[in-house]
């Protein structure tokens, strides 16, 4: 398997692509054309404008494979678009160009952006108002890592949970994207963790203070038990289903539930949008339980638009680039691939054997 060689960080540059200079704005492109396997993924060229009003444009520097990803490549993420679409959760890179009403400061500096698809290319036009400051000094691929990832794991432990030092946790799919930030900064606020992964998993999580516990044990739930007997302060949960379910059983009087994906929805041919309202029903009736615990589902998205979703994403994101500049936060990067590599980086990502997030570095030059 052909990775990249981990670049050190490096402050963002300035220089224009002469591609810009002379109006030709090519963007190279991964294409997702329909349900597919990783094979079948499609890469192109695009003429792009220049930025118009409120646009930027952005030379993308690093961007990720996520459960996003994974479920859309198989038609099964709700609220995708329909195909053909770049995909691309979230990037990383520097402003090149930005348009007539933006800032003109903006140009050269190296900023961070959610978008929900469109990541996976050379360049992106996006509005000025959603960018996200990256700190000099920073590597693109570890500040990409900490965008959906990181702000989600930021605001499920901090604003959902408000999880408090001394608390105990537990996190189902510790060594993925999300799990690997959720875990560290956890550590960090002084909560004891318990972390379902794969046995390969469960020594680099048990150096970092994690209690690794196998997620496929036939008897996960009494093992749980074993270790929290009196129960958990907050589960994150990933999977959905059977594993909601365990989670919110152990969970103290007090506690919360917080579900932010259904990854056992990611494979099968059965509707995954029955399954989205089966979990939605499922979290509905634990809240009308009186017994104390609450659950709910986390989404990034909540709030889109309005000034206090910017300003909770801008201070989150301040947040974790903070902690990373510190070394507090160290992203588990499990390998960078070009975009021409696309094929191995899904494969790879889909294998259940990373530890930490496979990044795509789309104008990375050999």
Partial sequence: MSTLTEAPRKAASAAIPSTVHCGAIISREVVLPGVVEPAGFMLHNRTLDAPGAGLVLIQVEASGISFAEQSMRRGRYPGQPAFPFV???DLVGVVVLAGPDVDPSLIGKRVA????????STYALLSADILLPVPDGIDPAEAETLVVNGITAWQMLH???RIQRGQTILVHGANGGVGTILVQL???AGVRVIGTASPRHHDTLRAQGVEPVDYND???AQRLRQLV????????DNVGGTSATISFGLLKRGGTLICLAIASAKNGTDSVVLKFIGLVAQVIWYNILPNGRRATFYNIWSGKGSKA????MQEDFAQLMDLLARGVVVPKIAARFPLEQIR?????AESRTVYGKVILLPTHKK
């Fill in 87 to 89: 995909p691309g959760y």
């Fill in 113 to 120: 952006a959610l978008t929900k698809t469109g990541g996976w």
């Fill in 159 to 161: 604003r959902d949970a």
């Fill in 186 to 188: 956890a550590l960090h």
């Fill in 218 to 220: 036939p008897n996960l």
């Fill in 229 to 236: 007997p009196d129960g958990v302060d907050a589960a994150f």
């Fill in 309 to 312: 979703f910017l300003s909770r």
């Fill in 344 to 348: 191995v980086a899904m494969e790879l």
